[in-house]
């Protein structure tokens, strides 16, 4: 048996005890985390649409309407018209024949993953993947080949040697972790020229990169047979979705054990959702105000001695030893700042980091705010 008292005590003796916090207030710029009002910094809440009157208001006409639970499986009782006119939507926003909403981004990958990639199967994928990615690939019968992180002379080199018959490479397209975005068009190039199919998992970039937010597809201007998304970060609500061609999408009903085996979405949060993806198609600024937050605390970073440059709303303070990462997040925490200290397993040991995520709703004054808070411990924890 293993003995769970001793892996605990190993775990907390290396830093790496998590912890849950809980909040009582939306999560917003600014909310209250174990009872202290901060300013929050790591929610991926990114186009601050959690909590936005026209999507509360979506969210409840559909409480009135349908109930709260669903009732079924999407195969069975649950799905309501509002299900089937989101699907039609992201498909629309993200210029693909179709899409399918599973009931987290998790379970999408999982599911996508799983089902594709049968015997035979090759999936290349990049080394800094998300976990659910990762859980996909090992759940499914393919052979996993892991290439160095966004290095396309790596993959190319893989792809080479194996010239598998069936193939497919899978992507995030903004690292969670990192904030980094992948090479997508040399990706498609690549796929292109060694007939893969290509997946890409868009989790942080619907809503967040390309001029109107629609994601890799629309930075890069090129075309990837599957795109993950999750409806619980700039969308503000919860869910996740795939989007494909319609042969696709008519195999992943049939085949994506996630999809098939679990109760449908509430409509209450798909009605929510879809008033976001309005919000975004109507308001380009939203977008534009993220990125120029962007740049605005990049700028700062900079200034204090940290020098991160990042695209993305995904900030990364790298500080490597974990016990001082977590002390500066727990200052951090005391002088009104909520931004998480990341470390293993979720990144790799003595890489341990602030992960800072800006919001469009931040404002200047929020940003300085956090600068020198930033500024001050850590000067006075010698970094
Ligand atoms: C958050 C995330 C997911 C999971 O999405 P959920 O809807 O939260 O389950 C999948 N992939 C990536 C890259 C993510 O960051």
Do not use: W
Not at 137 to 155: A, F, Q, T
Not at 233 to 254: M, P, Q, T
Request: net charge negative; hydrophobic share 35%.
């Amino acid at each position: 048996m293993i003995d769970i008292k001793d892996i605990l005590q190993n775990i907390k003796e290396n830093n790496l005890y998590r912890e849950i916090r809980y909040l009582s207030e939306p999560q917003d710029t600014h909310t209250t985390i174990d009872g202290k009002k901060v300013l929050l910094m790591s929610s991926n809440n990114y186009l601050g649409l959690c909590n936005n009157e026209e999507v509360k208001n979506a969210a409840i006409k559909a409480l009135n309407k349908y109930g709260l639970g669903s009732g079924g499986s999407r195969l069975t009782t649950g799905s309501y018209d509002t299900h089937r006119e989101l699907e039609e939507k992201i498909a629309k926003f993200k210029n693909k024949e179709a899409a399918l909403i599973f009931n987290t981004g998790y379970m999408a990958n999982v599911g996508v993953i799983s089902s594709i990639c049968d015997e035979g199967y090759y999936i290349f994928s990049d080394e800094l993947n998300h976990a659910s990615i990762i859980d996909g690939c090992r759940l499914s019968k393919g052979k996993i080949i892991v290439y160095k992180h966004n290095d396309m002379e790596d993959l190319y080199k893989k792809v080479n040697e194996i010239n598998p018959k069936k193939g497919i490479v899978v992507t995030d397209s903004v690292f969670s972790m990192d904030g980094d975005i992948a090479n997508i068009r040399r990706i498609a190039e690549i796929a292109k020229e060694k007939n893969l199919l290509t997946l890409v998992d868009d989790a942080h970039a619907t809503g967040v990169i390309g001029n109107s937010g629609r994601g890799s597809s629309e930075f890069f201007d090129c075309d990837i047979d599957i795109t993950i998304g999750t409806l619980s970060k700039a969308i503000g609500s919860e869910g996740g979705f795939v989007c494909a061609s319609e042969e696709i999408i008519d195999y992943l009903k049939n085949k994506a054990r996630s999809f098939i085996f679990s109760t449908a979405l509430s409509p209450v949060v798909i009605n929510g959702a879809s008033k976001s993806f309005d919000i975004i198609e109507k308001n380009p600024e939203l977008v534009k105000k993220l990125s120029s937050n962007i740049k605005y605390l990049c700028a700062g970073l900079k200034e204090i001695g940290f020098s991160i440059q990042s695209e993305t709303p995904i900030i990364p303070i790298i500080i490597g030893d974990e016990e001082l990462a977590l002390k500066f997040s727990e200052r951090l925490l005391e002088e009104g700042v909520y931004v998480p200290a990341i470390r293993f397993p979720t990144v790799k040991r003595g890489e341990a980091r602030l992960r800072m995520t800006l919001m469009a709703t931040h404002s200047q004054i929020d940003i300085d705010f956090a600068l020198d808070k930033i500024k001050n411990i850590k000067y006075e924890l010698g970094i």
